[in-house]
């Protein structure tokens, strides 16, 4: 088969793949919208209305195994039909939870949206991996992610317009009105996330019906190397530590793309920077990821490898971890923006290089490096944490909160740097170890 041939076969289930991608980041993005909305209309704390962002960490967690288990069993079409049908599912769980306004079943129809995606992510990463040359995965990957997080912009946009419109009035008046008219204003405001999420059931739905029929081809991964002369075949999935190794590189990989895109408005307003400004730096990160990924699917494998791809990119995150902490004011929040530019092609280059070889064991393994997207939960509130107790003591020695503030959100970015050193280590030496020379 010439080459041309080979892309033309590949074009048309890529585009599917995409399809699927753009729902991600589609899903994924509107919690930013969900967060402020489900804190007004339940009446949450700021700890409590996170937990929207946890109940769907915790379905990658949980559910990643099993996903690996049904995509064995049925392949991976039937998976991602089948996932794009339980997101819709979710959906429709948040009609009741309107008509309930109770915080819990909103977070019971999050974590079944997250286990339809959990399902979906384990199918179409390796998926789309596999579906050509492996050399050329990061390329991919790396138009997937274009799909995600342009998608991610419009869904951010789409659902801060529709559950967001209006919030700040109903705020003010939730402080003057009695308890029967907070209420009412409660459930109409609860309301208004039953249209929209109505129509996100029908379209998964139909979506999971399509899947089933789309003309994607069988694939599977090929195998590291066949039994020799006085070896034998790897037996277990504990025998690949390229596999492991790329599993705790896309750990902290996912928790430095959830900092440099979570905290940096909360950063600009640290710096005295106004709301109305910082709350577009999120859309800076993103631009910088997007043109990064355009760059990758152009360069990918022509002219760089993706294991050069990952290196340069580790290189410039720990560059920029510097010039974050020992810049000031808005140079200082470009920077931490331009890690979109260091982070967008880590993912679409460790998932090839963690593959490699990998044959029977592929979906187990994709189920892995899914469940490492649980890094986004657990390192940026280490962050958090760290500027807290630095704030604290910066105070007791009398500096004055502003200040402390600001010194102390700078200085919590160095958390940045022992991540980009994991991914710099995967990039040069830890993809190779245990694969055939």
């Known amino acids: ?175 003057t009105v009695d308890a029967s008219e907070k209420a009412e204003l409660l459930n109409t405001m609860a309301d208004s996330v039953v249209t929209p999420y109505i129509v996100m059931a029908v379209a998964l739905f139909l979506l999971g019906v399509l899947i089933r029929k789309a003309p994607l081809p069988h694939v599977e991964a090929e195998d590291s190397e066949e039994v020799e002369t006085g070896t034998t075949a790897k037996t277990s999935i504990f025998q690949f530590p390229h596999l492991w190794l790329g599993v705790i590189a896309l750990f902290v990989y996912v928790g430095v793309e959830v900092i440099a895109g979570d905290t940096i408005i909360s950063y600009g307003i640290s710096l005295d920077i106004p709301v109305e400004q910082a709350k577009f730096f999120t859309l800076f990160t993103l631009m910088a990821m997007v043109a990064t990924y355009a760059l990758g699917v152009f360069l990918i494998p022509k002219y760089i490898s993706q294991a050069l791809a990952l290196r340069v990119s580790a290189i410039l995150g720990i560059a920029l971890s510097f010039c974050i902490v020992f810049t000031t004011g808005f140079t200082s929040v470009l920077f931490v923006a331009a890690l979109g530019i260091a982070n967008a092609l880590v993912w679409p280059a460790i998932w090839p290089l963690a593959l490699t070889g990998l044959g029977k064991f592929t979906k187990t393994a994709s189920a892995l490096l899914i469940m490492a997207i649980s890094g986004g939960a657990i390192i940026p509130p280490l ?48 993809h190779k170890i245990g694969l055939k020379k």
């Open 1 to 175: 088969m010439t080459n041309t041939q080979e892309k033309n076969k590949t074009l048309i289930p890529i585009l599917i793949i995409a399809g699927l991608f753009f729902i991600f980041g589609f899903v994924t993005w509107i919690n930013g919208a969900l967060i402020p909305f489900m804190k007004t209309i339940n009446e949450l704390t700021d700890a409590q209305s996170y937990l929207v962002a946890s109940a769907s960490y915790i379905s990658f967690v949980v559910m990643a195994l099993p996903a690996s288990y049904i995509i064995n069993k049925v392949g991976y079409r039937k998976s991602m039909s089948l996932g794009l049908v339980v997101m819709g599912l979710g959906a429709l769980v948040f009609i009741p939870a309107a008509e309930a306004r109770t915080y819990w079943v909103f977070l019971t129809g999050i974590f079944i949206q997250g286990a339809g995606m959990t399902l979906l992510q384990t199918a179409s990463n390796p998926y789309i991996t596999i579906l050509g040359p492996i050399e050329s995965g990061a390329k991919r990957i790396a138009i997937m992610g274009i799909a995600n997080k342009v998608a991610g912009g419009l869904g951010s946009v789409i659902f801060g317009a529709i559950l967001l419109s209006g919030i700040d009035d109903i705020k003010e008046k939730l402080v």
């Open 383 to 430: 962050y958090g944490a760290i500027v807290d107790h630095r704030k604290e003591e910066l105070i007791t020695t009398g500096i004055e909160e502003i200040a402390a503030t600001a010194e102390a959100a700078s200085s919590g970015y160095w958390i940045l740097l022992p991540c980009y050193i994991i991914i710099l280590y995967y990039a040069f030496w830890g």
